[in-house]
């Protein structure tokens, strides 16, 4: 059973109360599914990460180090560690 390791940042981090969440799945997920599962275990998460239904791309989703786009979301996950990043302004 693979547990993955969802790391959360900045606003997120306070929304879940936590910096990280690990959720447990029969057999290896997709990165949506690791996404939806994050959102069902931490409901506050929603307001921040999903804007009319989608995943707010604002957001960044990290996988290893490389950056993971919503329509890449149906791949399976490599790895078991998954980083949202908090949009980042700068100046």
Same mark, same amino acid.
């Given at each position: $059973?693979?547990?993955? %390791?969802?790391?959360? @940042?900045?606003?997120? /981090? %306070?929304?879940?109360?936590? !910096? +990280? +969440? @690990?959720?447990?799945?029969?057999?290896? &997920?997709?990165?949506?599914? +690791?996404?939806?599962?994050?959102? !069902?275990?931490? &409901?506050?998460?929603?307001?921040?990460? $999903? /804007?009319?239904?989608?995943?707010? !791309?604002?957001?960044? #989703?990290? +996988?290893?180090? *490389?950056? #993971?786009? &919503? %329509?890449?979301?149906?791949?399976?996950?490599?790895?078991?560690?998954?980083?949202?990043? &908090?949009? #980042?302004? *700068?100046?």
């Amino acid at each position: $059973m693979p547990t993955v %390791e969802v790391r959360l @940042f900045a606003n997120l /981090r %306070e929304a879940a109360s936590s !910096d +990280v +969440v @690990f959720l447990d799945f029969a057999s290896t &997920p997709t990165i949506g599914e +690791v996404i939806s599962r994050t959102l !069902d275990s931490a &409901p506050l998460l929603k307001k921040f990460l $999903m /804007r009319g239904g989608r995943f707010n !791309d604002r957001y960044k #989703v990290l +996988v290893g180090q *490389g950056l #993971v786009y &919503p %329509e890449s979301f149906s791949t399976p996950l490599t790895g078991n560690k998954i980083a949202i990043l &908090p949009p #980042v302004s *700068g100046g």
